[in-house]
């Protein structure tokens, strides 16, 4: 099984997420595990529609999840996380202004790279998953009271087994759930693309700049 293909399944989650956000009336309470079960078919619905017109208008396709998915992923935290060493807070403090300007910029274009590389490497996945069932564990008690959450979700598909995932949410400044990070199968994404993003700075000798001009979202298999 290929990491790719699970992270489809991510992606539609959260599009569905981002209709739940939408319809949520102002101040009402809604948990992470609820708005992934109450949206789940609303995905259904985005991939049949997307499913008459991809392939001769794909720019629209990618268009309408990049639209979508923007406010539910907190790309610019998933990114910092990649980055790893790069991107921590005292190595941020140990530079000067100059070097804390550059480092600011880099994370601002590696964010871009990350958001626009997941959408294009997965975003067309979704469509092979209209027909699957899909399940979401219930919240646990005082999840309320929590900044973050990990959601699990098992996907039927054609498989003997279904798929597990655990979807790594937390609150945002405002309220708002956001991804985080991705577990799929026992496999922490995150740290997938961090391994990637720090052997390609040992190949480019720490040039960050190149790291990131050379990055390219790889499905990894498992």
Same mark, same amino acid.
């Given at each position: 099984?290929?990491?790719?293909?699970?992270?489809?399944?991510?992606?539609?989650?959260?599009?569905?997420?981002?209709?739940?956000?939408?319809?949520?009336?102002?101040?009402?309470?809604?948990?992470?595990?609820?708005?992934?079960?109450?949206?789940?078919?609303?995905?259904?619905?985005?991939?049949?529609?997307?499913?008459?017109?991809?392939?001769?208008?794909?720019?629209?396709?990618?268009?309408?999840?990049?639209?979508?998915?923007?406010?539910?992923?907190?790309?610019?935290?998933?990114?910092?996380?990649?980055?790893?060493?790069?991107?921590?807070? *005292?190595? /941020? @403090?140990?530079?000067?202004? %100059?070097?804390?300007?550059?480092?600011?910029?880099? $994370? #601002?274009?590696?964010?871009?790279?990350?958001?626009?590389?997941?959408?294009?490497?997965?975003?067309?996945?979704?469509?092979?998953?209209?027909?699957?069932?899909?399940?979401?564990?219930?919240?646990?008690?005082?999840?309320?009271?929590?900044?973050?959450?990990?959601?699990?979700?098992?996907?039927?598909?054609?498989?003997?087994?279904?798929?597990?995932?655990?979807?790594?949410?937390?609150?945002?400044?405002?309220?708002?759930?956001?991804?985080?990070?991705?577990?799929?199968?026992?496999?922490?994404?995150? *740290?997938? /693309? @961090?391994?990637?993003?720090? %052997?390609?700075?040992?190949?480019?000798?720490?040039? $960050? #700049?190149?790291?990131?001009?050379?990055?390219?979202?790889?499905?990894?298999?498992?």
């Amino acid at each position: 099984m290929t990491l790719g293909r699970s992270l489809y399944w991510m992606l539609g989650l959260f599009l569905a997420i981002s209709v739940a956000r939408a319809e949520a009336s102002a101040g009402q309470a809604i948990t992470a595990h609820e708005v992934v079960r109450d949206t789940t078919q609303k995905v259904m619905s985005v991939i049949a529609e997307a499913d008459a017109y991809v392939d001769e208008d794909p720019e629209r396709y990618y268009s309408q999840i990049q639209a979508i998915l923007d406010p539910v992923i907190d790309y610019r935290v998933f990114a910092r996380g990649v980055m790893g060493p790069y991107a921590t807070s *005292e190595r /941020y @403090r140990a530079l000067d202004e %100059a070097g804390r300007a550059r480092l600011r910029d880099q $994370l #601002d274009r590696f964010t871009e790279v990350m958001r626009v590389g997941l959408v294009r490497t997965y975003g067309k996945g979704l469509l092979a998953f209209g027909s699957s069932r899909v399940e979401v564990s219930d919240p646990d008690e005082g999840e309320a009271d929590q900044s973050r959450v990990s959601v699990r979700q098992l996907v039927y598909s054609d498989e003997p087994e279904p798929y597990v995932l655990f979807y790594q949410m937390g609150l945002d400044g405002d309220g708002q759930w956001k991804l985080r990070n991705v577990i799929i199968e026992s496999v922490n994404l995150g *740290e997938i /693309y @961090r391994n990637q993003f720090q %052997a390609s700075a040992r190949e480019h000798d720490g040039n $960050l #700049d190149a790291v990131i001009d050379t990055w390219t979202t790889v499905e990894v298999e498992t």
